[in-house]
């Protein structure tokens, strides 16, 4: 989540909805799981966590709608981190600043640039071939919006 | 004759040797077959454990209430339940008169009332204490993972590989059922869960999945993602079998209960479910929101056991309901309570060894700083539904040893 914040420079109009991404994957950042902290690697995923956050850049960048609750802690006072967020999160993207890192590379080697910008992992050639069908062509922009937005449901992405 | 044999012990090796060493973190897919093995087999039998947990630290005084004691009524002035109203059990304790519902199924001998339980240096952070409660621990003792969760790793033996062997209907996963190889599965909705899993550009990424299983991280949640989508496959499918046409109250206890029956009575192979309920965090005007809350509660239990019943499905089903700590003996000065300690925990089922009250009321003369003392540790009676119910050896999900207690 912090990473997807600074790599594309989010903007959230309501905190709240900050809160109820964090708290859906079980990760509020000044409030661990658990009083043992964070555990490394894999605790927080499930199979529920992961699928919220497969969704969230459809969230985050196509305004989809949230159709998931978070639960409540059983304090009172804490009862505000659990309220939804609204149908939707409103929230801006820097994709001129984005977009803008990869004035120089040529259309077709914006995938790999974006693959190499964006995961710490190599991609195989159908993982690559599925990407391409998500390409929107109608500008250089909305080729790397269309690309990056794809690389950031992948499951490779959720690792950084 | 020999050679035979060797290659099955030869297979048996590999397989045993890489679930041993890999969990189920990693499973190459020569083994996927295996795992098509286990699918339509509950991992222990027919027995299903319901927990329903009371989220805030429910006031288990005026839930369970001794209304001959002197000391309730002095301790509460102004938020004491009136002696006419309440829902007698005995000539001590009686319930809330919201629990209508819960008392009848009471009177039928359904319902184990165990009062006290808590654990040593109890801790009265809600945050703190139901980690407590979840994991299992001490009270100066911090884990990863829940109790649950270890009894999916310990069951299994790395051998059941299904996340709906413990379900949680809600949206997120709690602690409880996150294990160190196994977690559960949240399902709020079986269709909603089903239709997310059917995006089509998420089923393109799990089959477009690389075949090489050199990051684990990645390959775990790949893994995690196909199990994700057959589980909610699955869970779907079954959910269509049975609808039920009891009449549930139409709000959050009541529907997550509604759920927890259709997949019981469809025959989901699932041994453990988990629901939660919020709002018992009472420090101001209490009576009117918890006597609400458990009237909420009483009503969609009562409906739920005459579902199972109905179905042939209670003897086979126990529920536990707790809550992370109870409350103070005395008021506040805002009509409400503040964070306690012992509580009292029912168990509901066909079953029961020891229906009715299972151990005497509270002292209410002997408190601990205003507390009251608790006389179960909830580990022993997590040990009795592991060992006696699920019939799991507790030792190892519970870290040490626990004697079971007389209740199922």
């Given at each position: 989540m912090?990473?997807?914040?600074?790599t594309?420079?989010?903007?959230?109009?309501?905190?709240?909805?900050?809160?109820f991404?964090?708290?859906?994957?079980?990760?509020v950042l000044?409030?661990?799981p658990?009083v043992a902290g964070w555990?490394?690697g894999?605790?927080?995923?499930?199979s529920?966590?992961?699928m919220?956050?497969?969704?969230?850049p459809d969230l985050i960048?196509?305004s989809?709608?949230?159709?998931i609750?978070?639960?409540?802690d059983?304090?009172?006072?804490?009862?505000?981190l659990?309220?939804g967020?609204?149908?939707?999160f409103?929230v801006?993207?820097?994709w001129?600043?984005?977009?803008?890192?990869f004035d120089?590379v040529?259309?077709?080697?914006?995938?790999d640039?974006?693959?190499?910008y964006l995961?710490a992992?190599?991609?195989t050639?159908?993982?690559?071939?599925?990407?391409?069908?998500?390409?929107?062509k109608t500008?250089k922009?909305?080729?790397?919006k269309s690309l990056?937005i794809?690389i950031t449901?992948?499951p490779e992405y959720q690792?950084? | 004759m020999?050679?035979?044999?060797n290659?099955i012990?030869?297979?048996?090796?590999?397989?045993?040797?890489?679930?041993?060493t890999?969990?189920?973190?990693?499973i190459p897919?020569?083994?996927?077959?295996f795992?098509?093995?286990?699918?339509?087999?509950?991992i222990?039998g027919?027995?299903?454990?319901?927990?329903?947990?009371?989220?805030?630290g429910n006031d288990g005084?005026n839930?369970?209430?001794?209304?001959t004691?002197d000391?309730?009524?002095k301790s509460?002035?102004s938020?004491a339940?009136?002696k006419e109203k309440?829902?007698k059990i005995?000539?001590?304790?009686g319930l809330?008169?919201?629990?209508?519902g819960?008392?009848?199924?009471?009177?039928?001998?359904l319902?184990s009332?165990i009062n006290k339980?808590g654990y040593?240096n109890?801790?009265?952070?809600h945050?703190?204490s139901?980690?407590i409660w979840q994991?299992?621990?001490d009270?100066?003792?911090f884990l990863?993972?829940?109790?649950v969760g270890?009894?999916?790793?310990a069951?299994?033996?790395g051998t059941c590989?299904?996340?709906?062997?413990?379900i949680?209907?809600?949206?997120?996963?709690s602690?409880?059922l996150?294990?160190?190889k196994?977690?559960?599965?949240a399902v709020?909705?079986?269709?909603?869960l089903?239709q997310s899993?059917?995006?089509p550009?998420?089923?393109?990424?799990?089959k477009a999945q690389p075949?090489?299983?050199s990051?684990e991280?990645?390959?775990?949640?790949?893994?995690?993602?196909?199990e994700?989508i057959?589980s909610a496959?699955?869970?779907?499918d079954k959910?269509?079998i049975?609808?039920?046409k009891?009449?549930?109250?139409k709000n959050d206890?009541?529907?997550k209960l509604?759920t927890?029956?259709?997949?019981?009575?469809s025959g989901v192979?699932?041994?453990?479910?988990?629901?939660?309920?919020?709002?018992?965090?009472?420090?101001?005007?209490?009576n009117?929101?918890q006597?609400d809350?458990?009237?909420?509660?009483s009503d969609?239990?009562e409906?739920?056991?005459?579902d199972?019943?109905?179905?042939q499905?209670?003897d086979d089903?126990?529920?536990?309901?707790?809550s992370?700590f109870?409350?103070?003996?005395a008021?506040n000065g805002?009509?409400?309570?503040?964070h306690?300690?012992?509580?009292n925990?029912?168990?509901?089922?066909?079953?029961l060894k020891?229906?009715?009250?299972?151990?005497?009321?509270p002292?209410?003369?002997?408190l601990?700083?205003?507390?009251l003392?608790?006389e179960?540790?909830?580990?022993?009676?997590?040990?009795?539904?592991i060992?006696?119910?699920?019939k799991?050896?507790?030792n190892i999900?519970l870290?040490k040893s626990f004697?079971p207690?007389?209740?199922v």
């Open positions: 912090v990473e997807l914040q600074k594309f420079g989010l903007k959230f109009e309501k905190e709240q909805s900050q809160l991404i964090q708290k859906a994957l079980g990760q000044f409030y661990p658990n555990k490394e894999k605790n927080w995923i499930d529920s966590s992961l919220f956050r497969l969704r969230l960048f196509k989809a709608e949230i159709n609750q978070v639960k409540h059983g304090d009172v006072n804490t009862e505000f659990s309220k967020a609204g149908k939707n409103n801006t993207a820097d001129q600043s984005f977009t803008a890192q120089n040529k259309e077709n080697d914006l995938l640039a974006l693959i190499n995961l992992y190599k991609l050639k159908t993982q690559k071939e599925l990407l391409s069908t998500k390409m929107v500008s922009e909305s080729m790397i990056a794809a449901e992948l690792m950084c | 020999i050679m035979s044999d290659n012990s030869r297979r048996k090796f590999l397989r045993n040797s890489a679930l041993a890999a969990g189920t973190m990693m897919n020569f083994l996927k077959a795992e098509i093995n286990h699918l339509n087999k509950k222990n027919e027995k299903i454990l319901v927990i329903i947990q009371l989220s805030g005084l839930t369970v209430i001794p209304y004691n000391i309730y009524y509460r002035p938020i339940i009136e309440i829902l005995n000539d001590e304790l809330n008169p919201g629990m209508t819960f008392k009848n199924i009471y009177d039928q001998g319902i009332i339980v040593p109890p801790d009265r952070s945050f703190r139901m980690d994991t299992a621990s009270s100066n003792q990863t993972s829940g109790w270890r009894y999916l790793d069951a299994c033996n590989l299904h996340p709906y062997d413990a949680e209907v809600d949206d997120t996963l602690l409880a996150k294990g160190e196994l977690k559960g599965m709020q909705n079986a269709q909603k089903f899993t059917r995006d550009y998420i089923d393109k990424i799990n075949q090489d299983d990051h991280n990645v390959s775990y949640l790949y893994k995690t993602l196909s994700t057959s496959g699955y869970i779907y959910s269509k049975y609808k039920t009891a009449n549930y109250p206890i009541g529907n509604k927890v029956s259709e997949l019981i009575i192979e699932t041994n453990v479910f988990y629901v939660s309920i919020s709002g018992f965090d009472t420090h101001f005007a209490q009117g929101k006597n809350l458990l009237k909420q509660y969609a239990i409906v739920f056991v005459n199972l019943k109905e179905n499905k209670l089903t126990l529920v536990m309901t707790f992370e109870g409350r103070r003996v008021q805002s009509n409400g309570t503040d306690g300690t012992a509580n925990l029912f168990l509901i089922g066909g079953q020891k229906p009715g009250l299972f151990n005497n009321a002292d209410l003369l002997n601990d700083e205003g507390d003392k608790f179960i540790d909830f580990r022993n009676i997590y040990s009795t539904l060992q006696n119910w699920l799991t050896d507790s999900i870290g004697l207690l007389s209740l």
